[in-house]
């Protein structure tokens, strides 16, 4: 069982940046590939950024890449989500995921077998 704790998330201007941390139980984390959501209000959840075992490979969705960067800390048990430059349209809840199993670069929520909660993100313009 891994248990996924967001953190992080808040109100921020157009413009501004927010770092949000998910922290993670069990011995295992460094083994899974890690990835982050989101779902607005209305909208399906969809996948933001992914990081390998070893942090060694991550992959973005079109809409952040160049803004948003993934990272992880596995002696901490934590990965990162540091988002710059952010929009409007951004604002979602935002989610960690952890894949046990990874088969190829895991882009949607079927995939990952842990959730957590979510952390609220809002940017006004």
């Known amino acids: 069982q891994v248990q996924l704790v967001e953190s992080g998330g808040g109100l921020v201007q157009a413009g501004g940046s927010l770092r949000l941390s998910c922290a993670a139980s069990?011995?295992?984390?460094?083994?899974?590939?890690m990835g982050w959501f989101r779902q607005a209000p209305g909208k399906e959840r969809e996948f933001v950024a992914g990081?390998?075992?070893?942090?060694?490979?991550?992959y973005y969705a079109d809409s952040v890449k160049g803004r948003f960067t993934i990272s992880r800390d596995n002696a901490k048990n934590t990965v990162y989500l540091q988002m710059n430059s952010l929009k409007p349209e951004d604002t979602a809840v935002y989610y960690c995921?952890?894949?046990?199993?990874?088969?190829?670069?895991?882009?949607?929520?079927?995939?990952?077998?842990?959730w957590g909660q979510g952390t609220q993100v809002t940017v006004s313009s």
């Open positions: 995921a952890a894949d046990t199993t990874v088969v190829g670069v895991p882009t949607t929520p079927k995939e990952y077998d842990y």
């Open positions: 069990g011995r295992t984390f460094r083994r899974y590939w």
């Open positions: 990081i390998s075992w070893s942090g060694g490979n991550t």
